[in-house]
């Protein structure tokens, strides 16, 4: 059973294209992280968001937490081939230290 | 920028042997973690470590599995009879917060034989 479940698994756009990336659970988290993985790296945080309806802007990529605490986006507008790699989500559950991620979704942006 | 630090960065091993894993988490963090990914698969957490006591751990982190902050810069693992299915990526994180920005370490690679 997935916690988190992670849509879609694989995008491949043109260089220039908007995408969508979700992350959606039955479960309320106390806090979801977004992260991008490299083929043989660490995780690398890009954003935490902790309140509900929260919206955070990094450059190109906007994140949001749903009302409830139970789902995440992540768009990136004009996306470029250097944003190729794995998004990851992943949530605390309460405040107990435990952290469940997302299986992922591999983004190929093509120049 | 501190960064988190992982040795060895390829650990090859018999089954039945143990294991220890090393991290030097990043200076002033509080907070330590340990993950595994099985090649293909999703992140997974094992551990949380604070204040010198385990905080949580999930149902991967058995018996086999223990966790030590020996000093006050490294934060181990240690697998003590590792298991042809105990092969995977192993990263340690730490956060200075309880986890709202884990950084994670480059990671270990361990293959079991």
């Known amino acids: 059973t997935q916690l988190l479940e992670q849509s879609p698994q694989f995008l491949s756009i043109q260089e220039g294209e908007n995408l969508t990336v979700y992350c959606n659970s039955s479960?309320?988290?106390?806090?979801l992280q977004w992260y991008r993985q490299e083929p043989g790296e660490g995780p690398v945080l890009l954003v935490t968001v902790v309140t509900g309806g929260e919206v955070k802007k990094l450059k190109r990529l906007t994140f949001q937490f749903g009302d409830a605490r139970k789902d995440s986006s992540l768009h990136i507008t004009a996306a470029q081939p250097g944003d190729t790699g794995l998004y990851l989500c992943a949530g605390e559950l309460g405040n107990f230290n435990k952290f469940y991620f997302g299986s992922g979704t591999k983004l190929n942006v093509k120049p | 920028e501190p960064e988190v630090t992982q040795t060895p960065s390829h650990q090859v091993t018999q089954m039945g042997q143990e294991v220890i894993l090393r991290c030097v988490p990043i200076s002033n963090h509080l907070y330590f973690y340990w993950y595994r990914q099985i090649l293909g698969q999703k992140v997974e957490f094992l551990v949380s470590f604070y204040n010198n006591e385990i905080s949580e751990k999930s149902e991967i982190f058995d018996d086999q599995f223990s966790v030590e902050r020996p000093d006050g810069s490294n934060f181990t693992l240690k697998i003590r009879s590792t298991k042809l299915e105990d092969s995977a990526m192993y990263f340690c994180?730490?956060?200075?917060?309880?986890?709202?920005?884990?950084?994670f370490g480059p990671g270990t690679r361990l293959t079991v034989l």
């Open positions: 994180a730490s956060s200075a917060l309880g986890g709202n920005e884990q950084f």
């Open positions: 479960s309320v988290f106390s806090s």
